[in-house]
Nanobody, 127 residues
């Protein structure tokens, strides 16, 4: 059973930073893809970033490029999303999600590709 547990959200001022964590467990292979998504009230879910453990490939939505960084700590089975230079429009519930991949897998921020989801962590940016 795959489990994804997010943490690290909170209230932050305009221009501030947070580090979101996603602890991953239960994949039977070393190769999987983790994505970060967000959803604000009344808005559609948005793919923010993704990382493939097989190829190391990462990708970002245009809205966060240069401000957000996805990374992985193999020893801790954790994927991080460093969110910086935060804006009010970054306010949302942030979710990590995953699917089993392959050694040659790239990654996608298309939410329908993902099979497993965490419970979410709230990020609120005050102006």
């Amino acid at each position: 059973q795959v489990h994804l547990v997010e943490s690290g959200g909170g209230l932050v001022q305009l221009g501030g930073s947070l580090r979101l964590s996603c602890v991953v467990s239960g994949f039977t292979s070393d190769y999987y893809v983790i994505g970060w998504f967000r959803q604000a009230p009344g808005k559609e879910r948005e793919g923010v970033s993704c990382l493939s453990t097989g190829t190391g490939r990462t990708d970002y939505a245009d809205s966060v490029k240069g401000r957000f960084t996805i990374s992985r700590d193999n020893a801790e089975n954790t994927v991080y999303l460093q969110v910086s230079s935060l804006k009010p429009e970054d306010t949302a519930v942030y979710y990590c999600a995953g699917y089993a991949g392959s050694r040659w897998e790239s990654c996608t921020t298309y939410y329908r590709s993902y099979d497993y989801w965490g419970q979410g962590t709230q990020v609120t940016v005050s102006s």
